[in-house]
């Protein structure tokens, strides 16, 4: 009996206490580390879920733009190609809630920035064109905000967004250029803000110091980071940066958003999750038509463009003019707007050359005219006025 219980023991070389203890424990060991990976996993995915719940949600799809929009769908332009994108950028001057310290709310809001972003096929370039608030232009008859319809009427581009929101500038737009916009987003003044404090502030170059109380904006020259707050002040001043007109501030506006692309193409945001949450947790803070009213709606539409080299993101302002009947007002100048939109139309390439002019020319700062000895334009490949997001940069 005693020899067959010692049988059944342990082999020869094996302890109780030993080895076959070290095999249970690192048994234990594994399962309570699989489980603890389990419960990381999950709660890192249970989190993820969480922050992409939490941004999704932070943008407002434009539900009454597209039934406006779906409305007038025959008369709106038909896009030539399919894959390059036209999105309308619009920044609106609301006074409501957050932003009620910049102005008295009057009921109303504006367009106060308006830029056409188009995207060629392929993603190769991007072409970024403000179209000016002052512009005299033919708004359509559209849906007032108050659920009444308005007349057609010839005004300034801005009252568009005034009378009848996004939905009645982009028909402004699209009657005004013949392209279709196919994606819009709209911005308010606290939303600008929360984008620039994301990426930790832009840096620009003053040749001059500047000190304008009206825009609660005091800088010295030189290489000057902004922040969020100053950097809404330095794109809407305009007493105490440049001629005072509206053309010189939306040059500023141009210089400083192709300091902000290579401030967040510079920096590894797009590579860094620490750094990139900030940035989307800001960036969602829109309102979009639906398509694009969603995380994978704006993955899809940045993540062809991360890798457009910055030489091909170009800034400009559509060809204008003083207006004959008033000088304080904007007009086209043709036929060089016309070519111009002509080539977005057709996605093919805008030559973008020089500085943006100051001031109010005969071409503005969209000078696409050359002229042979009678006169006559002669350039079947005109280039434009303006400037790329490689030469802004402080030297």
Known sequence: MTESIRGSGPPAGASATGGGLRRRRRRRWSVRAGAALTVLLLAAAGTGALLYAKLDGNITADEAAARELARYEKERPTALTKDAQNILLIGSDSRADDNA???????????????????????????????????????PACLRRDGTRGEPMFAMFNHAFE???????????EKLTGIRVDHHVVVDFSGFKEMVD?????????????????????LPAGRVTLDGEQALGYVRARKSLGDGSDTDRMERQQRFLAALVNKVRGNDVLLNPVKLYPVLDAATSLTTDPELAHLRGLYQL????????????????????????????????????ERLFDLLRADRPVKVTGKPASGYGPYGSGDAKTSDAAGASASPDPAFRGNTAAENTCE
Not at 102 to 118: A, F, K, M, N, V
Not at 208 to 218: C, S
Not at 306 to 318: C, L, S
Request: glycine residues 6%.
């Open 163 to 173: 009378v009848g929101g996004s939905a009645c500038t982009i028909r402004t737009v």
């Open 101 to 139: 310290r910049y102005g008295r709310d009057s009921g109303t809001e504006r367009s106060d920035t308006t830029i056409l972003l188009h995207l060629s096929t392929g993603r190769h370039s991007a072409t970024a064109v403000s179209l000016p608030r002052d512009l005299m232009v033919d708004v």
């Open 198 to 218: 994301a990426v930790d502030g832009v840096e620009i170059c003053l040749a001059h110091p500047v000190d304008d109380k009206d825009a609660h904006l005091r």
């Open 302 to 337: 940045v993540r062809g463009l991360r890798d457009i080299p910055t030489e091909h993101v170009q800034f400009m302002t559509v060809p204008r003019e003083s207006y004959v009947y008033n000088a304080n007002r904007d007009q086209l100048v043709e036929p060089e707007a």
